[in-house]
């Protein structure tokens, strides 16, 4: 994956249904304060820094270190620690879908905002703590 650039809030303006486009400003809020970072696009993904990972298998790449998509359907929070690393948090969140690494919310104002920020910052922590499963390097 790399930065591909762009107007950020303009992409943002865009997004459709306007449900979408407020979980996607509040998501933008959340991940700014917990990242300290600027926002920028990945494609379609908005993400906050980046780092370098490389698994035991050989793969590695380069990905936001936290991030996520503005669907139609819901919003794609991206989690490089994992969703099992949340379990607990899971299940106090509020309503969800999760798939491998990815967290869907359909609707972000029903949730738990204390509960989504612990998990966004404990996703973040491991990323630039280094990981434990991959080689992470953190490189902007």
Not at 15 to 25: I, L, S, Y
Not at 58 to 75: H, L, V, W, Y
Not at 86 to 115: F, I, K, M, Q, W
Request: aromatic fraction near 8%; charge should be negative.
């Amino acid at each position: 994956m790399k930065i591909t650039g762009g107007d950020v809030d303009a992409f943002v303006a865009k997004v459709t249904p306007a449900a979408r486009r407020r979980d996607a400003e509040a998501l933008l809020a959340l991940m700014r304060e917990v990242s300290g970072r600027e926002p920028e696009l990945w494609g379609t993904i908005i993400g906050f820094g980046s780092c370098h990972y490389r698994y035991p298998t050989g793969t590695e790449g380069d990905s936001p270190i936290i991030a996520f998509a503005p669907r139609k359907q819901a919003s794609t929070l991206y989690l490089l620690d994992g969703i099992q690393a949340h379990g607990e948090r899971l299940a106090e969140l509020g309503p969800h879908s999760t798939g491998v690494g990815c967290l869907y919310l359909s609707d972000v104002a029903a949730v738990d905002p204390t509960v989504l920020r612990e998990i966004v910052a404990a996703s973040h922590a491991f990323v630039t703590g280094g990981g434990d499963y991959a080689q992470l390097t953190v490189t902007a």
